[in-house]
């Protein structure tokens, strides 16, 4: 019990103080602050689900007695309880003696939902401090970019906002205004699934992780998600505050079938010649352009009528019938 509580409470301090890297506003600061659940995550998997909480409030609080408490809400909505469910979830297990090692662990696959719905809910949470309508929503998170925006280019707030090569700072303000909370949800749909990965791997090289390493090839979504995409869908064209949740909700659904689409790319490439390669420039490309994503998802949607890989395995399977 002693060593869960200096876990906690270790992990705890070192996710405050990524998260609070952020107040330095330079690039590198945003890549601390995406890692801020890591050590969370890393306390959830390696030892119990008592110290990732255990953590996730030792960070808030102190975060909280540092900077305000608005601070104390926003990690323990936005990252915190997100990384203790998430870790909480992963061990989640249930006796079952036809599998190999007499369990049944959560589904892959409902681990992914899962971060892509909290990842969307984290945004949607964030929604009401800048406005309670659609009107005065979109004017408080346009006056926030308007602010930043001044603050990076030394512009002050009695001179009108001018950028190079003469773009114009209204559309750009309407575009960021339209565009950052599905890009923000998908985001931090990715930062979780990362971070849980990222802490997997940690936590099995040090040989404390109790799950067997799940097949990714094998991964599948509950039935049920492709019902709440077009919902999500759905909810854009009503337009207002419904329209903005349904864009979130939508962003961070996408990731999740990209997600698909990639495990339909490992089961499919199996036995090839150069798959390594071939998933290697996979990823990269994701990493470093971003829109190939979007043909993951594609393929992750349409893998749910066409069943690539029970089709790539029958072709691969020899013939008995003579």
Known sequence: MLQILLIGLAAGIASGLLFASLLAGSLFSFLLFYLAPLPIMIAGLGWSHFAALLAALVAAAGLAAAFGGLLFAAFLVGLGLP???????????????????????????????????????SIVIAIPTFGTDAHSFRAGLKAAFEQLLRSATD??????????????????????????PPIAAAASAIA?????????????????????????????????????????????????????VGAVLAASLLVAYAVLGLAVVHATTRGLNGRSFVLAGIYASVAVFGWPALLLSVLGLVDLVVDFRRRVRRHRLPDTST
């Open 192 to 244: 979780s699934l990362g971070n849980l990965w990222l802490a997997a791997r940690i936590v099995r090289l040090s040989g404390r992780l109790r799950r067997p390493w799940p097949d990714v090839g094998s991964m599948v979504l509950p039935r049920y998600a492709a019902a709440l995409l077009a919902a999500a869908i759905a909810a854009i064209f009503a337009g207002d505050l419904i329209g903005t």
């Open 83 to 121: 990384a203790w469910w998430l870790s909480y979830l992963a061990l989640l297990a249930r006796p079952a003696p036809a599998s190999p090692d007499g369990t049944q662990w959560f589904p892959v696959g409902r681990l992914v939902l899962w971060a892509a719905v909290l990842g969307a809910l």
């Open 155 to 180: 512009t002050p707030g009695s001179a009108p906002l001018t950028f190079p090569g003469g773009a114009d700072p209204e559309r750009l303000l309407d575009a960021l205004v339209i565009a950052t």
